[in-house]
């Protein structure tokens, strides 16, 4: 089995910084895409940052300057260091990972973590 599990979410004021783990651990051959999504309360999940296998980053709009998403592909972690935080950044932020189990997989399978919460206090 494969498991995702998010840490260093936590309660910082506006302007302070957190960063956030996601590791991957079980059967896993090769991770494609990693990628971070946020969920303030309500039904919609926000793409937050993606890594690219190769290492390319991609961010949206509301946190390109603030946020640095990288991996660590030896240890199967991704990260998500967070600066200058705003309470709209508020949320619960779930990483997510395409993960081939082994050689025969042509395409990864997707997999998601529980979550680490994230506020900001104004």
């Known amino acids: 089995q494969v498991q995702l599990v998010e840490s260093g979410g936590g309660k910082v004021q506006a302007g302070g910084s957190l960063r956030l783990s996601c590791a991957a651990s079980?059967?896993?051959?090769?991770?494609?895409?990693m990628r971070w999504y946020r969920q303030a309360p309500g039904p919609q999940r926000e793409l937050v940052a993606t890594?690219?296998?190769?290492?390319?980053?991609y961010y949206a709009d509301s946190v390109k300057g603030r946020f640095t998403i990288f991996r660590d592909n030896d240890k199967n972690t991704m990260y998500l260091q967070l600066n200058s935080l705003r309470p709209e950044d508020t949320g619960i932020y779930y990483c997510?990972?395409?993960?081939?189990?082994?050689?025969?997989?042509?395409?990864?399978?997707?997999?998601w973590g529980g979550g680490t919460l994230v506020t900001v206090s104004s």
């Open positions: 997510y990972a395409e993960i081939r189990k082994g050689p025969q997989d042509l395409y990864g399978v997707d997999y």
């Open positions: 079980g059967n896993i051959f090769y991770i494609n895409d």
């Open positions: 890594i690219t296998e190769s290492g390319s980053p």
